[in-house]
T-cell receptor
Framework: KAGVTQTPRYLIKTRGQQVTLSCSPISGHRSVSWYQQTPGQGLQFLFEYFSETQRNKGNFPGRFSGRQFSNSRSEMNVSTLELGDSALYLC?????????????FGPGTRLTVL | AQKITQTQPGMFVQEKEAVTLDCTYDTSDQSYGLFWYKQPSSGEMIFLIYQGSYDEQNATEGRYSLNFQKARKSANLVISASQLGDSAMYFCAMRERGWRSGGSNYKLTFGKGTLLTVNP
């Protein structure tokens, strides 16, 4: 079974631009979560989608948004990029079964904002 | 206040020895889950082990075991017979309820991590 895939793997943008990151979950997984990882703040939860609905969101500004499609694939968008948005963005999918809900992560997209 | 505390920024262990990575957590929920993930230098997060708050026995997965002490709110990871490939960042995480009431919605809160180095 294929794992979680994220595209692109690396991205360089300049301040003020916007970016869209893509995540394809493991087949059969309907929950997709997004995290931002930086050296200073560590791993921070962005949002979670389940069956095309945002179920949870973290404490990030409105510039960060996402969506999920009917095939469970998810996209994350960051508008008006700032230098501080440089980070590793990780996507995770989970199969909600008997309360375990372990999340399986993709390889991440490393975003650099210049 | 931090919900997940990993007090060891870095740990060193000799190959083939056992090592314990500490994790304490804070929650008022009765039902929660604790996870450990490994992150090699490549960046991918690898799921290692899970412990549910109602699980009576400590979780084990191959060379990984979780020393769960509920009253102390600790969930330490024990790696037996360390291998060079175990060198990585290790994160403890807790599943907690999301902002919507009801239903099985949740998010993972991660600790700051422990960098484990296995020496030959």
């Amino acid at each position: 079974k294929a794992g979680v895939t994220q595209t692109p793997r690396y991205l360089i943008k300049t301040r003020g631009q916007q970016v869209t990151l893509s995540c394809s979950p493991i087949s059969g997984h309907r929950s997709v979560s997004w995290y931002q990882q930086t050296p200073g703040q560590g791993l921070q939860f962005l949002f979670e989608y389940f069956s095309e609905t945002q179920r949870n969101k973290g404490n990030f500004p409105g510039r960060f948004s996402g969506r999920q499609f009917s095939n469970s694939r998810s996209e994350m968008n960051v508008s008006t990029l700032e230098l501080g948005d440089s980070a590793l963005y990780l996507c995770a999918s989970s199969l909600e079964y008997q309360g375990r809900n372990e999340q399986f992560f993709g390889p991440g997209t490393r975003l650099t904002v210049l | 206040a931090q919900k997940i505390t990993q007090t060891q920024p870095g740990m060193f262990v000799q190959e083939k020895e056992a090592v314990t990575l500490d994790c304490t957590y804070d929650t008022s929920d009765q039902s929660y889950g604790l996870f450990w993930y490994k992150q090699p230098s490549s960046g991918e997060m690898i799921f290692l082990i899970y412990q549910g708050s109602y699980d009576e026995q400590n979780a084990t997965e191959g060379r990984y075991s979780l020393n769960f002490q509920k009253a102390r709110k600790s969930a330490n990871l024990v790696i037996s017979a360390s291998q060079l490939g175990d060198s990585a960042m290790y994160f403890c995480a807790m599943r907690e309820r999301g902002w919507r009431s009801g239903g099985s919605n949740y998010k993972l809160t991660f600790g700051k991590g422990t960098l484990l180095t296995v020496n030959p």
